[in-house]
């Protein structure tokens, strides 16, 4: 007997053992039935973080192999199609774009007084693969001061425009996405010194995913205070930025030549989500959703390493293992009323992309989701291990599902854990759009547990099958099967009622 196979009997002989002692409903299982489960987690987890998958980064041969994969597990475990559209049977379209600023040149002018900006005082980033901006005199661009921009600021006077922003606390994000949004040329930040724009470098000129629609088009600057002060002159840069602080102050066209530089390694490419569905008994009664996110970060380990890839086993094979199971036995068992959706998303990782494509344009209309599970690192807990519970307190849902955690024999715990994760997972968007969502996972039930891999394996190249512990896996996906079964049944959970104005 291998000891890959050693660990996992003993682990399954503990938790058979643990839920025995502690829970009834569990106990009452078959034996056999628990250990065909694992076994099944395990080869899903095995496979789909295996270093034949390369980490399942969107975009990469690892993305083809992990949805063909997801595509034939789905037909096994008898799903038909839930995207909606005969043409693409199991895949909806995420279209993304990668951008990796590779560097630029901002140079600054007042008459005869000029400087190119050493990289230590400033930075150009831009998406696209090469982008050019000028603004000044004879230019036809101005330059346009708009203070800290927390004063109203028209888009006629930015659009077309190089504007120039005080960030003395760090950049602001929102104020330069307005400042976009309303046609700015570009927009230059002004920072407190060198450590701010070497924050920003560092920040910035990381490779970021996007979905191609949310993009966008920006050319953007951060300068030291010094630098531009040293163009502009101490006294004159100093009159400005007391102005800005003026109750009254409003924009100011500023004689400052300004030209601007940058490249990009920029890639645009469809990635997609896979949908599948079990049809209820009983049209139009609403439908319950399984999510749980596919990616994982490819090659993320240190340069020369031994072992680069990050096969992301816990996060999340894991959920993606017991989401398959989990619709398994719901296909193979009594009939449901109302249809259960199979969602495996894309891009999590690089900020909940596919979840945001998804509830974009979704196969079914979102107010008639009753119920929605996210199933996100489900493979580190021994059995017995409390619920984190992602989401309490937030929809109707408590009730019936802290009934449930209760009928099984389990509890809650640390909520305060759980909450901390709220806005981290592809749940937060669908509770945004206003759909009943949680995430339930003994991994999010204790700090201690929690924390070392946290510490040790999240994110990096030893999240692999070999570390999984499935005995809150089996815990978790027991408590999904008999939550579906009641949410998707009309008798049990009705539809609720419309709030009377």
């Known amino acids: 007997m291998s000891l890959r196979r050693a660990r996992l009997l003993v682990t399954l002989l503990a938790g058979l053992l643990l839920a025995a002692c502690a829970r009834a409903p569990i106990a009452s299982l078959p034996p056999d039935e628990r250990i065909g489960i694992a076994q099944r987690l395990n080869a899903d987890i095995a496979m789909l973080a295996s270093d034949d998958f390369a980490g399942r980064k969107p975009g990469t041969p690892g993305e083809d192999k992990t949805l063909a ?26 279209d993304l774009v990668s951008a990796r600023p590779l560097g630029g040149q901002l140079m600054l002018a007042q008459g005869r007084n000029a400087l190119v900006v050493p990289s230590e005082d400033g930075v150009v980033i831009t998406r696209r693969r090469r982008a050019l901006a000028a603004g000044g005199p004879a230019t036809g661009v101005p330059v346009v001061f708009v203070g800290r921009g927390d004063h109203p600021v028209t888009p006629e006077v930015v659009a077309g425009a190089v504007v120039v922003l005080l960030g003395e606390g760090g950049p602001v ?14 927009v230059l930040t002004v920072l407190p010194d060198a450590s701010a724009i070497a924050a920003v470098r560092a920040r910035l000129e990381r490779e970021r995913v996007q979905l191609a629609r949310d993009e966008v088009d920006t050319l953007s600057a951060y300068v030291t205070d ?119 998303t894309s891009a999590e990782e690089a900020g909940l992309l596919g979840a945001r494509a998804f509830v974009t344009a979704p196969p079914l ?102 570390g999984v512990e ?3 896996a089996i ?3 027991l408590l999904h099967e008999a939550l579906v079964r009641i949410f998707a049944d009309t008798a049990r959970y009705p539809p609720p009622q419309p709030v009377q104005p």
Not at 71 to 91: C, K, M, N
Not at 233 to 254: Q, V, Y
């Open 470 to 472: 499935l005995g809150g």
């Open 475 to 477: 815990d978790d996906l």
């Open 226 to 344: 010094a630098a531009l002060a040293k163009v502009l002159g101490e006294a004159n840069w100093s009159r400005l930025k007391d102005h800005a602080s003026d109750a009254d102050f409003t924009p100011i066209e500023i004689k400052l030549a300004i030209s601007l530089e940058a490249t990009a390694d920029r890639r645009e490419f469809s990635s997609a989500n896979v949908v599948g569905m079990i049809p209820g008994q009983v049209p139009g009664s609403g439908a319950v959703l399984l999510l749980a996110h596919w990616d994982h970060l490819g090659e993320c380990g240190p340069p020369g390493a031994t072992d680069r890839i990050c096969n992301g086993a816990v996060d999340n094979a894991s959920g993606l293992a017991v989401m398959i199971e989990v619709a398994r036995r719901l296909k193979a068992g009594p009939a449901l009323d109302r249809d259960v959706y199979v969602l495996a």
């Open 365 to 466: 209309p979102l107010a008639s989701v009753v119920a929605a599970f996210n199933l996100d690192m489900l493979a580190l807990a021994p059995a017995g291990a409390p619920v984190g519970f992602i989401g309490e307190g937030r929809t109707p849902l408590d009730p019936v599902i802290l009934a449930e955690i209760a009928r099984s024999g389990r509890t809650t715990g640390d909520k305060a854990l759980a909450d901390s994760f709220l806005a981290r997972q592809d749940g937060w968007v669908l509770l945004e759009q206003g759909v009943p969502t949680v995430l339930l996972s003994s991994a999010f039930g204790s700090r201690p547990l929690l924390r070392p891999f946290l510490d040790s394996g999240y994110h990096r190249a030893n999240d692999d099958a070999e």
């Open 69 to 94: 994969y997801l595509e034939q597990r789905f037909a096994e475990a008898g799903l038909v199609s839930g995207t909606g559209d005969p043409g693409s049977y199991w895949r909806m379209p995420v």
């Open 173 to 186: 994000p929102a104020r330069l996405d307005e400042s976009l949004r309303q046609r700015a040329t570009a």
